[in-house]
């Protein structure tokens, strides 16, 4: 029987009077409400706060939350849910602000994607003093009172640079197409990036831009600086390599290795143009945001759950192309269906050091 801390209840009576003011007032900042059929009861408020909406890994990852915390709803785990994005590049202000609205809304848990691993310290602080439950997640964070669920940024950029470097024989000119500048999974990305290519000295970066992890920011970026570098054998990326790919035709110069998006469409590119010269489809979980809805509830439900959990990156090898490109819609990204059951059997996994689990390719969109 779950037992929950004695401000709770008197939380949620307040909480609910100052929801409903709240949500007439809303604005489209994109927002899961409550539905009809929701056993509210003594159930959770399920906030998320997430800094940057600006490409299709960010819209997936806030789907795939929507639709497990809407299942959750409906089978009475969860009271409501709401989501808030902010707008702009990535900006921690805004978030801030807009997570300090959220306060107001009392939820029970609050899951955080920063825009920033140190500005929203004091925000989080603020919020695990009202006893709310935070886990930030898609990012390490200095919030020692958050829980945090991340991958491993140096995982998916060292599966993203070795193999194009390799690919290209170690030798020729690069472009780098930096990422979510300003996150902390960018930060150490990058840093990953050119430890890597520290170590081949013969591979050139002829220019760095930056692609926001978004094929068309990424394509336009890179289209800007081919007119002015040499012979390009390779476009390192945050998961652009799509938008990259078609910049190279309008500019008159061959496709090079690319990082792919792990999304349907740069998925199908792939698999129809076979290409096989050091290109990957490699990036973090989308799927992160529904494993931080299991934590909350688990830790909501005073499950001990550990304070930092890395979970697995999705790696689109060659031979589970077809298997990813025939589930996913184009701007759809490869995302791990993280069930309560497997949360549960990741969390024992991190606890035990065992590997990771490795959760099945989905066999149905999404
Ligand atoms: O910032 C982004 O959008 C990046 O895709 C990462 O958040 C993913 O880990």
């Given at each position: 029987?779950?037992?929950?801390?004695?401000?709770?209840?008197?939380?949620?009576?307040?909480?609910?009077?100052?929801?409903?003011?709240?949500?007439?007032?809303?604005?489209?900042?994109?927002?899961?409400?409550?539905?009809?059929?929701?056993?509210?009861?003594?159930?959770?408020?399920?906030?998320?706060?997430?800094?940057?909406?600006?490409?299709?890994?960010?819209?997936?990852?806030?789907?795939?939350?929507?639709?497990?915390?809407?299942?959750?709803?409906?089978?009475?785990?969860?009271?409501?849910?709401?989501?808030?994005?902010?707008?702009?590049?990535?900006?921690?202000?805004?978030?801030?602000?807009?997570?300090?609205?959220?306060?107001?809304?009392?939820?029970?848990?609050?899951?955080?994607?920063?825009?920033?691993?140190?500005?929203?310290?004091?925000?989080?602080?603020?919020?695990?003093?009202?006893?709310?439950?935070?886990?930030?997640?898609?990012?390490?964070?200095?919030?020692?009172?958050?829980?945090?669920?991340?991958?491993?940024?140096?995982?998916?950029?060292?599966?993203a640079a070795?193999p194009l470097v390799k690919g290209i024989g170690g030798k020729g000119t690069v472009?780098?197409?930096?990422?979510?500048?300003?996150?902390?999974?960018?930060?150490?990305?990058?840093?990953?990036?050119?430890?890597?290519?520290?170590?081949?000295?013969?591979v050139?970066?002829?220019?760095?831009?930056?692609?926001?992890?978004?094929?068309?920011?990424?394509?336009?970026?890179?289209?800007?600086?081919?007119?002015?570098?040499?012979k390009v054998d390779g476009v390192i990326?945050?998961?652009?390599g799509?938008?990259v790919a078609?910049?190279f035709?309008?500019?008159?110069k061959p496709v090079p290795a690319v990082t792919f998006?792990?999304?349907?469409?740069?998925?199908?590119y792939w698999?129809?143009s076979k290409l096989d010269n050091g290109s990957v489809a490699?990036?973090?979980?989308?799927?992160?945001?529904?494993?931080?809805?299991?934590?909350?509830?688990?830790?909501?439900?005073?499950?001990?759950?550990?304070?930092?959990?890395?979970?697995?990156?999705?790696?689109?090898?060659q031979?589970?192309?077809?298997?990813?490109?025939?589930?996913?819609?184009?701007?759809?990204?490869?995302?791990?269906?993280?069930?309560?059951?497997?949360?549960?059997?990741?969390?024992?996994?991190?606890?035990?050091?065992?590997?990771?689990?490795?959760?099945?390719?989905?066999?149905?969109?999404?």
């Amino acid at each position: 029987m779950r037992t929950h801390p004695p401000s709770r209840r008197r939380r949620t009576a307040v909480a609910a009077a100052l929801v409903a003011a709240v949500a007439v007032t809303a604005t489209g900042c994109g927002s899961g409400a409550s539905g009809g059929n929701a056993k509210s009861g003594d159930k959770p408020f399920i906030a998320l706060s997430n800094g940057f909406i600006g490409n299709g890994w960010r819209q997936t990852m806030i789907a795939k939350f929507e639709a497990a915390a809407t299942k959750a709803q409906n089978d009475g785990l969860i009271s409501k849910f709401k989501v808030v994005n902010a707008p702009g590049e990535n900006s921690a202000t805004e978030q801030v602000a807009q997570i300090k609205s959220l306060l107001l809304q009392k939820p029970d848990a609050l899951l955080i994607d920063p825009a920033s691993p140190t500005a929203l310290k004091p925000v989080i602080q603020q919020a695990c003093d009202a006893g709310i439950k935070v886990v930030v997640f898609d990012s390490a964070i200095d919030a020692p009172c958050a829980h945090v669920l991340l991958n491993s940024f140096k995982d998916w950029a060292t599966a993203a640079a070795e193999p194009l470097v390799k690919g290209i024989g170690g030798k020729g000119t690069v472009i780098v197409s930096r990422g979510v500048v300003g996150s902390q999974p960018e930060a150490e990305m990058y840093q990953t990036t050119q430890d890597i290519l520290a170590k081949n000295p013969d591979v050139k970066v002829a220019a760095t831009v930056n692609g926001m992890c978004d094929g068309a920011k990424a394509q336009k970026a890179v289209l800007g600086v081919l007119s002015s570098v040499p012979k390009v054998d390779g476009v390192i990326g945050c998961g652009d390599g799509y938008g990259v790919a078609q910049a190279f035709p309008t500019a008159g110069k061959p496709v090079p290795a690319v990082t792919f998006e792990t999304n349907g469409r740069a998925l199908k590119y792939w698999q129809d143009s076979k290409l096989d010269n050091g290109s990957v489809a490699v990036m973090s979980d989308p799927g992160q945001s529904v494993a931080a809805l299991w934590e909350a509830i688990d830790l909501l439900d005073g499950k001990d759950v550990p304070k930092e959990m890395t979970f697995p990156i999705v790696l689109v090898e060659q031979k589970d192309v077809a298997a990813w490109a025939g589930v996913l819609k184009p701007d759809e990204y490869a995302a791990w269906p993280w069930t309560q059951e497997l949360f549960r059997q990741q969390v024992e996994a991190v606890k035990s050091g065992a590997a990771p689990v490795q959760p099945p390719i989905p066999t149905a969109a999404g």
